[in-house]
């Protein structure tokens, strides 16, 4: 696997949101959201000092136009008024990596896939345990839906966030989008 660090040219800014979940934090340049990552807070000094490390710099603790529509629209998302995310994106990391991400936007609201069934479209199935550390290694949770990559046997298994976050986020999803009878 390759592993790519790419060092942001641009500003970076961030931006603090509560959800039911625990704090998350957005940090983005002046046009993609590059990071959305659930954040235990500590203090001032020391978050900035783990913000700099997805900049590789300064990340700024004033938000921008892109923090700001990520955050309406989490609010719509947690409200389970929608599951729409348009703010652009752009994570760091590898071709490998970005492959896995994009396979895990191709999964609809309330349902779930598998790592082999990812792996099966990036590489073959011999690629499922370098899919579950691109999984784990998204930054930018709930828009890059990963918690609904599950374990074959459809056991909840390997989030970084904590299994109980992508339990609750896969049931909140579950009540987003009625099945059955229920659909629309």
């Known amino acids: 696997m390759d592993t790519v660090v790419e060092v942001f040219r641009q500003p970076l800014f961030s931006q603090w949101f509560a959800s039911p979940l625990g704090d998350i934090v957005a940090v983005a340049d002046d046009t993609h959201l590059r990071v959305l990552s659930f954040f235990e807070r500590k203090g001032e000094v020391e978050d900035r000092a783990t913000l700099s490390r997805y900049g590789h710099g300064e990340v700024r603790p004033e938000g921008n136009s892109v923090t700001s529509t990520i955050g309406q629209e989490l609010e719509a998302y947690f409200a389970g008024e929608s599951s729409d995310f348009s703010v652009p994106i752009s994570p760091a990391g590898s071709e490998f990596e970005k492959a896995v991400w994009s396979e895990l936007l191709k999964v609809p609201l309330a349902e779930t896939c598998s790592y082999g069934d990812i792996a099966r479209n990036v590489g073959g199935m011999e690629t499922v345990r370098?899919?579950?550390?691109?999984?784990?290694?998204?930054?930018?949770?709930?828009?890059?839906?990963?918690?609904?990559?599950i374990g074959s046997d459809g056991s909840l298994v390997?989030?970084?966030?904590?299994?109980?976050?992508?339990?609750w986020l896969l049931r909140h999803e579950g009540k987003m989008r009625p099945v059955g009878l229920f659909a629309l």
Not at 130 to 149: L, M, Q, T
Not at 158 to 167: E, M, Q, T, V
Request: hydrophobic residues 40%.
């Open 158 to 167: 390997g989030y970084g966030a904590g299994l109980w976050r992508k339990k």
């Open 130 to 149: 370098a899919v579950g550390k691109a999984n784990g290694a998204n930054p930018i949770v709930i828009v890059i839906p990963c918690h609904r990559c």
